[in-house]
């Protein structure tokens, strides 16, 4: 029994001895091994300048062209896709993006306020999912580059105890996940 105690403690201890080293002196090294060497890659000369790109600014580069987010709103109770402009001029910059990045999905995520029950507004979120999803794919965007998910009432992001805070929580946010 003393040897299993003793292994028990020695685990342990090598355990937290372990993500320390990790956490403390191995990532960090890593990082700056990383930055280091795309640094050195990615410089460029031109005649009178030296243009210093790095990876992180390729990475903003990178984030700016992305589509931003895209809300859609919904009635109480209502799973009904309205069309305006915005949407349409969306999906044509969603539909851009995923034909130049064909490693890219679409994620349409639907959201409920929080009056139901919580089985209800997940299904709710998911009618109001498959509604934009069936939009989209009608102006042709591929039905495997869309991911669709309901997060029912789980997520708002304004106050549920007010009707205008309810009423920005019933909504379908569609963006591009690389």
């Given at each position: ?38 640094t050195s ?106 991911m669709a ?30």
């Amino acid at each position: 029994m003393r040897i299993l105690i003793i292994g028990f403690i020695v685990f342990v201890i090598w355990s937290i001895f372990s993500i320390w080293l990790y956490v403390e002196k191995l990532k960090p090294a890593m990082d700056d091994l990383i930055a280091v060497q795309s640094t050195s890659e990615v410089q460029t000369t031109l005649k009178d300048s030296v243009i210093q790109t790095t990876l992180t600014d390729s990475v903003i580069q990178t984030k700016v062209l992305i589509p931003n987010n895209l809300m859609i709103y919904f009635d109480f109770d209502d799973a009904r896709f309205k069309n305006d402009s915005q949407i349409d001029n969306s999906v044509i910059e969603f539909k851009k993006w995923l034909d130049k990045n064909p490693e890219s999905i679409l994620s349409i995520a639907g959201h409920t306020d929080n009056i139901g029950t919580m089985e209800y507004n997940q299904i709710l979120g998911l009618e109001r999912v498959k509604a934009v999803q069936k939009y989209f794919q009608s102006k042709g965007i591929d039905a495997t580059k869309i991911m669709a998910d309901s997060k029912g009432e789980s997520q708002p992001i304004n106050d549920q105890t007010t009707e205008e805070g309810r009423a920005k929580n019933r909504r379908v946010v569609i963006t591009i996940k690389n």
